[in-house]
């Protein structure tokens, strides 16, 4: 869940882009084709641990092509379906779209899909749903701020069903988000967000982040808070088990809340 890679470091990399716009006709074309590796304290999406508050190393591969079109792929360590279903640590997101302007520059949109897959995961997690999740996703930007809106077309959304047993299959989640160039190569970050796991009050949640991001030179390191109001105690939804997993025995390990706040160090670099 590409959480949005690391969200600070990535929006931080957009910041610090910016500033070359004006310069585009003296610089040369940049090349279609990045990569990205990069390095996080805990992976954090949409304001919950993928990795039971440890750290993450991840990467990935973008091309864009002139006509707007981009297609790419992004991977981390998890362990969040290992706990589960006793296989699968790792996470790879394949995804694609469009993007463009709308008249000024200073407004864009982005049109596109994401595939969350976890290869070779057990047979669903401790009540049985799928973790590979599909989304269509929208978004409008105007300068610094945007915002998006995430609608699964999977069957599951990451593992949950709803109340009652059922598919949850459009499930939504929508974010804004915000980042400042503060020059010098600093720039601030900030987003809010809200899931909503359709049919599944106790799994839906709102969380929010603010963080600050430095290009030093060989990459981007960013310090971002995480928080949300999941309910994340005892024997509540965000209240998850680390170990091997086994419903309806219980845990090798202690269970622990993967939605409380937190802060998180990151560093990306592209090439």
């Not at 641990?49 to 440890?54: C, V």
């Not at 006509?67 to 640590?89: E, I, L, M, P, R």
């Not at 796991?197 to 030179?217: C, E, H, I, P, R």
């Amino acid at each position: 869940m590409k959480q949005t890679l690391i969200a600070t470091a990535v929006a931080g990399i957009c910041l610090l882009s910016a500033g070359s716009v004006f310069a585009e006709d003296a610089a040369p074309a940049p090349s279609p084709l990045s990569f990205n590796v990069g390095v996080v304290s805990d992976y954090i999406f949409r304001g919950i641990s993928q990795t039971h508050g440890d750290a993450a190393v991840q990467g990935g591969i973008d091309y864009v092509f002139p006509s707007g079109f981009y297609v790419g792929a992004w991977a981390s360590n998890v362990t969040w379906v290992k706990d589960y279903t006793n296989k699968g640590d790792v996470e790879v997101d394949l995804y694609g779209g469009y993007r463009s302007t709308i008249g000024s520059s200073d407004f864009g949109y982005d049109i596109g899909a994401i595939s969350y897959i976890y290869p070779g995961h057990g047979q669903g997690n401790a009540f049985g749903a799928e973790p590979n999740t599909q989304e269509v996703r929208a978004s409008l930007s105007y300068k610094w701020i945007s915002i998006k809106y995430s609608y699964t077309t999977s069957s599951h959304f990451v593992g949950w069903y709803s109340s009652t047993g059922g598919d949850t299959d459009g499930s939504g989640y929508l974010e804004a988000n915000a980042a400042y160039d503060l020059g010098g190569g600093w720039g601030v970050t900030g987003h809010a967000g809200h899931q909503k796991v359709k049919d599944n009050t106790l799994a839906s949640y709102s969380d929010w982040n603010v963080g600050v991001t430095k290009d030093v030179g060989f990459g981007i390191v960013g310090l971002m808070y995480s928080d949300t109001n999941a309910k994340g105690d005892s024997g509540e939804a965000y209240n998850w088990p680390s170990g091997n997993f086994v419903a309806g025995v219980g845990s090798t390990s202690d269970f622990k809340n993967v939605s409380k706040g937190k802060a998180v160090l990151t560093f990306l670099k592209t090439f």
